[in-house]
């Protein structure tokens, strides 16, 4: 068979336009979802931009509230961070550690010696006030005041005077 020169490459051509013009409605399909997509995207964007706004519009006012009262603290948190930084805070936990260690049992123990002589206190009162009665009692009897008298010539020996016995191997 004769062939005419050039008339393979424009079967060709004719071909290649043919399937790309096939393929045009799936390209022309695809590219109108993206562009639905895209305007989806748009909104959304839109939606949150203006919750942005709104929450910006919002925050601007609250700042607005506390700017002074924040600006008034400035000078107290300064003075509050030089406190802080001073190397006695970093000592402040083992101090309070070795307080509730060592002094407050000590404490503990002086409210316990506190409450003990109020006891030994009330002890001696009721003692003192059964000697008293005892002696005005004794005083009552006949003859008592001779017992208080000291003899003549009796010599009570005082603990000091006393030799101990000699100790015993």
Do not use: C, W
Not at 66 to 75: D, F, G, H, I, K
């Amino acid at each position: 068979m004769a062939r005419i020169p050039g008339i393979d490459g424009a079967f060709a051509l004719l071909q290649a336009q043919t399937e790309a013009l096939a393929q045009l409605p799936g390209a022309v399909a695809a590219l109108t979802g993206a562009v639905r997509n895209l305007g989806e995207t748009v909104q959304t964007a839109r939606e949150t931009f203006a919750a942005v706004q709104r929450m910006t519009v919002r925050l601007d006012a609250m700042l607005e509230e506390l700017e002074e009262p924040v600006r008034a603290l400035a000078p107290g948190l300064t003075r509050l961070a030089v406190v802080l930084d001073d190397p006695v805070i970093e000592e402040l936990p083992d101090t309070l550690r070795k307080v509730q260690g060592d002094v407050l049992p000590v404490l503990r123990t002086l409210a316990d010696t506190h409450e003990r002589v109020a006891f030994i206190a009330g002890s001696t009162e009721r003692i003192m006030t059964f000697v008293d009665e005892t002696s005005r009692t004794i005083a009552g009897i006949p003859g008592a005041a001779l017992l208080g008298r000291r003899r003549p010539g009796v010599k009570l020996a005082r603990p000091e005077d006393v030799a101990a016995p000699p100790a015993q191997d």
